[in-house]
């Protein structure tokens, strides 16, 4: 995966090294724990591992994953953005998280836009789906304003809680 730029945002492959120490706090941020989920994530060794298990490997296997989310200029890091291919999905999936202190800005919508043009133009895929829980109406706004439509409720696989299932197909 190729690093996307926006108006105001990088969006680049995460480093195991250099990004994990922000992944530690955006990991553990009461917003990531309340709306995805407790990765167990807990060191920097742990959060190193996170990103070579997780978007290292997808990028290597399917030529993209999560990535860190920068502001330009200042390359500060203020989120993930990006795709995944979830073992009970049948189309890769579009996620993202900011710290708090960046919501609310557009932020979240132009790198969410910025990588569903990627998926479409250069990785030539025609669908992408997203998930969320129910009581994300933030999450549920934003994949709406991105285009993506709610098709139906689904089991999380290890059957702890429902999900919104949402997806978007291009010719």
């Known amino acids: 995966m190729r690093t996307i730029e926006t108006p105001r945002l990088q969006i680049r492959r995460l480093d195991a090294q250099g990004d994990a120490a922000f992944m530690l706090r955006l990991l553990n941020d009461a917003s990531w724990l309340h709306y995805i989920g407790d990765r167990g994530v807990r060191t920097l060794e742990d959060a190193e591992r996170y990103i070579l298990s997780g978007p ?51 932020y979240a919508f132009e790198a969410a836009n910025a990588v569903l043009q990627f998926a479409q133009h250069e990785l030539g895929l025609r669908r992408v789906l997203a998930t969320t829980r129910d009581y994300n109406q933030a999450s549920q706004a934003l994949l709406e304003k991105l285009g993506l439509r709610r098709l139906r409720e689904i089991d999380h696989p290890d059957g702890s809680r429902k999900l919104l299932l949402y997806g978007i197909e291009w010719p």
């Open 56 to 106: 290292v490997e997808m990028y290597g296997r399917l030529g993209f994953g999560f990535c860190a989310v920068a502001l330009k200029g200042s390359a500060e890091l203020i989120g993930i953005c990006g795709l995944a291919q979830r073992d009970y999905l049948d189309e890769p999936d579009i996620g993202f998280a900011l710290l708090p202190q960046f919501c609310g800005q557009g």
